[in-house]
């Protein structure tokens, strides 16, 4: 296609959304609209994957070392605990420590764990893998100096398949929303092309190709679609900070010991599914609507 043409095709395109403001406003509007409620579902989603993310760190299991254990042998413990994949943190918890942390629960009779020596060292570890913590508690016990291991395999397990079917709704709804946003902009564009069903008439009168009528209106698709994309982002990035400096700023944060993400931190992601959406509803909405005038 030569160069001239290619411009002229594209400034038909750009002429048909201004020339068209009800048609352009009416598609712009239900974009924005559809594309605003994919960006809610998907910041949620996104929200909920990563406060799961921040509970599975959280869980972990504590390694009770033998009484015997020299300091070297007890360093050299945490750095292999610490070395292997799918471990997130160690904290070391010497028996004094341990002993605090008894007389704390025991509040006003403490007293009676005073003469007591049976408490052990041991790490604390997190993981940053949930699915290799039975992996990485088999490999450890098999540690010299390791007198036994504590865990909430259980825990583990609820939360896995807690996180594993969040995944996979999350997932079917933002293939949903795809489909329904591609249904009801195909038809919304297919109302703009009835109404121009004479210009394209003529047009296969004089013998232009179907290609030649086609692309004006993919380009008028793919402006709509960028610039609801434009919008859809400034309104969903404005509504999302307000929203979440507000949960923040209440006592939830403190309570609950977990964070949200900010908008900038999926502000990428959120562009890339924008220009993805808003161009290829665009083009498919446009090819969809076309193709019945387009007939011989």
């Not at 490999?139 to 825990?155: G, L």
């Not at 297919?190 to 013998?207: C, F, N, Q």
Request: aromatic fraction near 8%; charged fraction near 20%.
């Amino acid at each position: 296609m030569k160069y001239n043409i290619v411009g002229y095709l594209i400034g038909e395109g750009f002429r048909n959304v201004f020339k068209n403001m009800k048609s352009t406003l009416a598609c712009l509007g239900i974009m924005c609209a559809t594309m605003i409620i994919f960006g809610i579902f998907f910041a949620v989603i996104e929200n909920i994957n990563h406060v799961i993310k921040q509970v599975e760190q959280s869980q972990g299991m504590e390694v009770f070392i033998d009484y015997d254990t020299s300091e070297e042998r007890i360093k050299e413990l945490g750095e292999q605990i610490l070395a292997l994949e799918g471990v997130n943190n160690i904290r070391y918890k010497t028996k004094e420590d341990a002993l605090a942390q008894m007389k704390e629960r025991f509040g006003d009779k403490q007293h009676l764990l005073d003469e007591m020596t049976i408490f052990r060292a041991s790490y604390v570890v997190t993981f940053s893998n949930l699915e290799l913590s039975q992996q990485i508690e088999n490999t450890v016990s098999q540690f010299e100096n390791v007198a036994n291991i504590t865990s909430s395999q259980d825990t583990v397990g609820k939360l896995l398949s807690i996180a594993n079917g969040i995944r996979i709704t999350s997932i079917i709804i933002l293939a949903l929303l795809i489909l329904i946003s591609i249904f009801i902009i195909s038809n919304t564009i297919k109302l703009t092309v009835h109404a121009r069903r004479k210009e394209i008439s003529i047009m296969k009168y004089v013998g232009a190709t179907n290609s030649f009528i086609r692309w004006p209106f993919i380009v008028e698709g793919i402006i709509i679609g960028i610039i609801a994309g434009l919008i859809s982002l400034l309104i969903l990035g404005g509504v999302y900070n307000l929203l979440t400096d507000k949960l923040m700023d209440t006592s939830l944060k403190n309570l609950i010991n977990i964070s949200l993400l900010g908008f900038k931190e999926m502000f990428t992601m959120i562009v890339v599914v924008y220009a993805v959406l808003g161009i290829g509803i665009g083009v498919i909405g446009s090819s969809i609507s076309m193709k019945k005038y387009l007939e011989v």
